[in-house]
Protein backbone atom coordinates (compact mmCIF):
# COMPACT_ATOMS: atom_id res chain seq x y z
CA UNK A 1 0.00 0.00 0.00
CA UNK A 2 1.32 3.16 -0.88
CA UNK A 3 0.55 5.97 1.10
CA UNK A 4 0.44 9.69 -1.05
CA UNK A 5 2.87 12.44 0.20
CA UNK A 6 1.21 15.71 0.51
CA UNK A 7 3.01 19.14 0.21
CA UNK A 8 1.47 22.30 1.70
CA UNK A 9 2.43 25.47 -0.60
CA UNK A 10 1.58 28.94 0.98
CA UNK A 11 1.88 31.32 -2.00
CA UNK A 12 2.46 35.23 -0.98
CA UNK A 13 0.76 37.77 0.98
CA UNK A 14 -2.67 36.45 1.37
CA UNK A 15 -1.52 32.75 1.68
CA UNK A 16 0.45 34.09 4.73
CA UNK A 17 -2.48 35.92 6.34
CA UNK A 18 -4.81 33.27 5.62
CA UNK A 19 -2.34 30.33 7.36
CA UNK A 20 -2.36 33.58 10.30
CA UNK A 21 -6.33 33.71 10.19
CA UNK A 22 -6.19 30.01 10.67
CA UNK A 23 -3.46 29.19 13.40
CA UNK A 24 -5.35 32.27 15.14
CA UNK A 25 -8.64 30.42 14.90
CA UNK A 26 -7.37 27.22 16.42
CA UNK A 27 -5.77 28.99 19.16
CA UNK A 28 -9.25 30.92 20.19
CA UNK A 29 -11.34 27.62 19.96
CA UNK A 30 -9.41 25.23 21.43
CA UNK A 31 -6.98 27.37 24.13
CA UNK A 32 -8.99 30.85 24.56
CA UNK A 33 -12.56 29.31 24.77
CA UNK A 34 -11.64 26.05 27.01
CA UNK A 35 -10.15 28.90 29.22
CA UNK A 36 -12.89 30.70 29.42
CA UNK A 37 -15.48 28.25 30.25
CA UNK A 38 -12.45 26.87 32.66
CA UNK A 39 -12.70 30.22 34.51
CA UNK A 40 -16.29 30.37 34.47
CA UNK A 41 -17.05 27.26 36.18
CA UNK A 42 -14.53 27.74 39.00
CA UNK A 43 -15.89 31.05 39.22
CA UNK A 44 -19.27 29.66 39.68
CA UNK A 45 -17.88 26.70 42.24
CA UNK A 46 -16.38 29.45 44.20
CA UNK A 47 -19.34 31.26 44.44
CA UNK A 48 -21.44 28.49 45.63
CA UNK A 49 -18.29 26.92 48.12
CA UNK A 50 -16.88 30.22 49.49
CA UNK A 51 -13.89 29.12 50.06
CA UNK A 52 -11.87 29.33 46.33
CA UNK A 53 -10.81 33.01 45.15
CA UNK A 54 -12.00 34.07 41.59
CA UNK A 55 -9.58 33.61 38.48
CA UNK A 56 -9.02 35.43 35.81
CA UNK A 57 -9.35 34.55 31.95
CA UNK A 58 -5.46 33.36 31.74
CA UNK A 59 -5.26 31.46 34.96
CA UNK A 60 -8.16 29.92 33.29
CA UNK A 61 -6.36 28.81 30.48
CA UNK A 62 -3.13 28.32 32.53
CA UNK A 63 -6.17 25.84 34.69
CA UNK A 64 -6.96 24.35 31.06
CA UNK A 65 -3.65 23.60 30.09
CA UNK A 66 -2.93 21.64 33.57
CA UNK A 67 -5.62 19.57 32.87
CA UNK A 68 -4.50 18.77 29.40
CA UNK A 69 -1.01 18.17 29.91
CA UNK A 70 -2.11 16.16 32.86
CA UNK A 71 -4.49 13.99 30.69
CA UNK A 72 -1.55 13.35 28.00
CA UNK A 73 0.70 12.32 30.95
CA UNK A 74 -1.28 10.08 32.33
CA UNK A 75 -3.10 8.29 30.15
CA UNK A 76 -2.40 4.60 29.42
CA UNK A 77 -1.88 4.64 25.51
CA UNK A 78 1.04 6.18 24.06
CA UNK A 79 1.28 9.90 22.33
CA UNK A 80 -0.65 10.23 19.03
CA UNK A 81 1.98 12.41 17.77
CA UNK A 82 4.83 9.29 15.24
CA UNK A 83 7.56 10.40 13.81
CA UNK A 84 8.14 8.35 10.02
CA UNK A 85 10.46 9.11 7.18
CA UNK A 86 8.87 9.45 3.72
CA UNK A 87 10.35 5.90 2.52
CA UNK A 88 7.25 4.93 0.37
CA UNK A 89 8.21 7.18 -2.11
CA UNK A 90 10.51 6.46 -4.69
CA UNK A 91 13.26 8.42 -6.50
CA UNK A 92 11.26 9.11 -9.24
CA UNK A 93 8.54 10.04 -7.06
CA UNK A 94 10.21 12.60 -4.93
CA UNK A 95 12.15 14.32 -7.91
CA UNK A 96 8.96 14.52 -9.52
CA UNK A 97 7.39 16.32 -6.07
CA UNK A 98 11.12 18.14 -6.25
CA UNK A 99 10.66 19.27 -9.73
CA UNK A 100 6.83 20.39 -9.52
CA UNK A 101 7.49 22.36 -6.35
CA UNK A 102 10.04 24.28 -8.15
CA UNK A 103 7.74 24.93 -11.25
CA UNK A 104 5.12 26.46 -8.86
CA UNK A 105 7.85 28.11 -7.07
CA UNK A 106 9.32 29.83 -10.37
CA UNK A 107 5.56 30.94 -10.83
CA UNK A 108 5.25 32.86 -7.61
CA UNK A 109 6.55 36.51 -7.58
CA UNK A 110 8.12 36.33 -4.26
CA UNK A 111 9.91 33.75 -4.64
CA UNK A 112 11.35 35.11 -7.67
CA UNK A 113 12.35 38.26 -6.28
CA UNK A 114 14.18 36.07 -3.91
CA UNK A 115 16.16 34.02 -6.59
CA UNK A 116 16.84 36.99 -8.31
CA UNK A 117 18.60 38.34 -5.66
CA UNK A 118 20.46 35.44 -4.70
CA UNK A 119 21.41 35.31 -8.19
CA UNK A 120 22.67 38.97 -7.79
CA UNK A 121 24.27 38.42 -4.82
CA UNK A 122 26.42 35.43 -6.32
CA UNK A 123 27.18 37.28 -8.90
CA UNK A 124 28.77 40.31 -7.04
CA UNK A 125 30.47 37.94 -4.77
CA UNK A 126 31.96 36.05 -7.81
CA UNK A 127 33.07 39.09 -9.20
CA UNK A 128 34.62 40.60 -6.03
CA UNK A 129 36.80 37.80 -5.44
CA UNK A 130 37.62 37.56 -9.34
CA UNK A 131 38.88 40.91 -8.71
CA UNK A 132 40.83 40.23 -5.53
CA UNK A 133 42.66 37.57 -7.56
CA UNK A 134 43.77 40.01 -10.15
CA UNK A 135 45.02 42.49 -7.94
CA UNK A 136 46.89 39.97 -6.05
CA UNK A 137 48.22 38.79 -9.48
CA UNK A 138 49.06 42.15 -10.53
CA UNK A 139 50.73 42.80 -6.80
CA UNK A 140 52.67 39.59 -7.00
CA UNK A 141 54.38 40.75 -10.37
CA UNK A 142 55.27 44.36 -9.59
CA UNK A 143 56.49 42.73 -6.35
CA UNK A 144 54.15 43.80 -3.72
CA UNK A 145 53.45 42.19 -0.81
Request: charged share 25%; with cysteine.
Amino acid sequence: MKKKFNVIQINGFRGMLTVAGIVICLFAGFVIFPGVVMKTLWNVMSMYVGLLPKIATIQGVLLWGIMVVGYLAFRRRGFFIEFKSANDLTGEEMEAVMRRIRIDRQTDIISKAFMRAKEIDTAAKEADENSDSEHNEVSEKEGWQ
